[in-house]
């Protein structure tokens, strides 16, 4: 499986952005989309997740209420939207595939993925 995110971009607090991870390759070889963030020096952090069926959807606390995961089947790609973006949103944004089912409580573990994507940069200013 290949990943690759883009709608990143530059924003100021309180505005919008969309990602998108679009899948190609093997795209039957996968159970769940993440979307993850990291800033410099710190480690790779849980944003969402949403598995292929639409069966499991999960948030980090700090984004429930303004991001929504959602996906198309039909295009393989997975969305994240982000609303009401705060300076503490800045970071490089990843997705990634989680293979095989998972218990959804687990989809928050960056351990779980397998493959991922080259990266967008989210930049908010204050």
């Known amino acids: 499986v290949q990943l690759q995110a883009f709608g990143g971009g530059l924003v100021q607090a309180g505005g919008s952005l969309r990602l998108s991870c679009v899948a190609s390759?093997?795209?039957?070889?996968?159970?769940?989309i993440g979307w993850f963030r990291q800033t410099p020096g710190k480690e790779r952090e849980f944003v969402a997740a949403?598995?292929?069926?639409?069966?499991?959807?999960v948030y980090a606390d700090s984004v429930k209420g303004r991001f929504t995961i959602s996906r198309d089947n039909a295009k393989n790609t997975v969305f994240l939207q982000m609303n009401s973006l705060k300076p503490e949103d800045t970071a490089l944004y990843y997705c990634?595939?989680?293979?095989?089912?998972?218990?959804?409580?687990?989809?928050?573990?960056?351990?779980?993925?397998?493959?991922w994507g080259q990266g967008t940069e989210v930049t908010v200013s204050s």
């Open positions: 949403t598995s292929w069926s639409g069966g499991a959807t």
């Open positions: 990634g595939v989680r293979p095989t089912p998972l218990n959804p409580s687990l989809l928050g573990s960056v351990r779980f993925y397998d493959f």
């Open positions: 390759g093997d795209t039957f070889s996968r159970y769940a």
